[in-house]
């Protein structure tokens, strides 16, 4: 289940570009908390502390107590803007976690013992066929990522949905019903690996200048 972390915030009153860059202006981020059968409320973020749990990774799939001001609200990030040159923060929403409901989520694959995968050990190169799934998930059991064990893992193997144990109320929203996340391929063959090596020789004798007849005495 994703963690749970505390982020506090201040009410914001001006809406539009103008009151945006305002915001900015005070090394704050503009952002929005909506959804839950509530209004949309405007808010602003200190943009250090916003800044560093964007790039500390899972920011889509992390649970926040938002502190606004002294009411506290349970959110989940659904969206985020940078700024194209700087890729500093420029605005975020958040979407409110009601009790009961669930919402839709690009869960991250990860793999873990790829040091002891007997197919990675012969030298087999890791297929991640995807990187993120998307799912339907309760919003108290929001899972952090998807893990795949690679320790028995050899050469010539894939991993389908199907084998994985998704956690409690998750469902996938894949069409495809029982797709690929991964494959462990072979490494290249020794006429592989030659192909490219003796093709090189025969390119530079067709591109080299035929030599010229001695002169005769």
Known sequence: MAATKQIAATVRSGTGKGAARSVR?????????????EAAQAISLDYKSLNTLIYAGHFLTTI???????RKERVIPR??????VKDTPLHVDFLRLKPGSSLRVEVPVHVINQDISPGIKKGGTLNLVRHTIPMRV????????????LANMDINTSVHISSIVLPE?????VSEKDFTVITLVPPLTSKEEAAPAAAAPAAAAKAAPAAKPAAKK
């Open 169 to 173: 109320g998750c469902k996938t929203l």
């Open 25 to 37: 202006r005070d090394n704050r981020v503009p952002g929005v908390i909506y959804g839950g059968g």
């Open 138 to 149: 309760p919003a108290d059991n929001i899972p952090e990522a998807i893990t795949i064990d």
């Open 79 to 84: 969206d985020y803007q940078l700024d194209v």
């Open 64 to 70: 926040f107590e938002i502190d606004v001001e002294g």
